[in-house]
């Protein structure tokens, strides 16, 4: 039986914690894009979402590596943006984004992890090494909350 594990980002923290049935499992030290740790609110922000997402697509990008793409946006997040947009926060013309994932760092950048250093669009990054062995058992259908 192949343990049913859950991901938990904490934004002010800049942590991605796993925890399986018995509870916590392993941390990872994390970045995002934005210093502005508050909701993405529209695409090109670089802000990372915060919500309850799953992991869809589990692929290796040419860039990057392991990556561990969420299903952003969600019904919740077009929910919110709609109203931000009616009620004038985001410009009319504005596109929600897509693409969130978890993903690695290039193999010789991992040092923007240990200097809180944030350089995605949005994504959660992790150190390129430490990707590796959580992608190894991390599997599509597995459930993220990112928090504030």
């Not at 343990?3 to 914690?17: A, M």
């Not at 969420?70 to 019904?75: R, T, V």
């Not at 693409?99 to 010789?108: K, L, N, V």
């Amino acid at each position: 039986d192949t343990p049913n594990y859950y991901i938990v980002i904490d934004k002010s923290d800049f942590e991605l914690r796993v925890y399986d049935a018995e509870g916590w499992f392993a941390t990872y030290p994390v970045v995002f894009g934005s210093k502005d740790q508050g909701d993405k609110m529209r695409q090109g922000d670089k802000k990372t979402p915060i919500g309850n997402y799953t992991i869809i697509l589990k692929k290796i990008h040419p860039k990057w590596g392991p990556e561990l793409l969420l299903d952003y946006p969600g019904e919740e997040d077009k929910l919110k943006f709609k109203k931000r947009k009616a009620e004038g926060i985001i410009p009319a013309n504005a596109k929600i984004g897509d693409g969130i994932a978890i993903h690695a760092t290039r193999p010789e950048e991992e040092w923007t992890i240990d200097n809180f250093y944030n350089w995605t669009d949005g994504c959660i990054s992790v150190k390129y090494t430490e990707m590796k062995d959580l992608f190894s058992y991390i599997s599509v259908g597995t459930k993220v909350t990112i928090q504030p």
